[in-house]
Nanobody, 122 residues
Framework: QVQLVESGGGLVQAGGSLRLSCAAS????????MGWFRQAPGKEREFVSF????????YYADSVKGRFTISRDNAKNTVYLQMNSLKPEDTAVYYC???????????????WGQGTQVTVSS
């Protein structure tokens, strides 16, 4: 059974930084695409970033490009989202996600964490 557990959220002032972590259990994060999504109150969940299964490529939503960085530590079986220059509009619950199939950079995400709250005050 794959479990994803996010941590690192909190309250931060605009312009500040946070680093989110997503610890996986039940399988290795290596060889799997890993993604971050977020959902703000009253809004649909939206894509934030993903790292390819090989770890060689990263992708970002336009709204976070240049401010957020996704990375993966295979030894710790953890994926990170470094968030800098945070804005009030970044306030949301952040989720990490993973697909069932390895070696695949396309398709749906099958496993989701419980989320971690990020609140950015102005």
């Amino acid at each position: 059974q794959v479990q994803l557990v996010e941590s690192g959220g909190g309250l931060v002032q605009a312009g500040g930084s946070l680093r989110l972590s997503c610890a996986a259990s039940g399988r290795s994060v290596s060889s799997y695409r890993m993604g971050w999504f977020r959902q703000a109150p009253g809004k649909e969940r939206e894509f934030v970033s993903f790292i390819s299964w090989s770890g060689r490529s990263t992708y970002y939503a336009d709204s976070v490009k240049g401010r957020f960085t996704i990375s993966r530590d295979n030894a710790k079986n953890t994926v990170y989202l470094q968030m800098n220059s945070l804005k009030p509009e970044d306030t949301a619950v952040y989720y990490c996600a993973a697909p069932k199939a390895p070696y695949n950079d396309y398709g749906v995400y099958d496993y989701w964490g419980q989320g971690t709250q990020v609140t950015v005050s102005s």
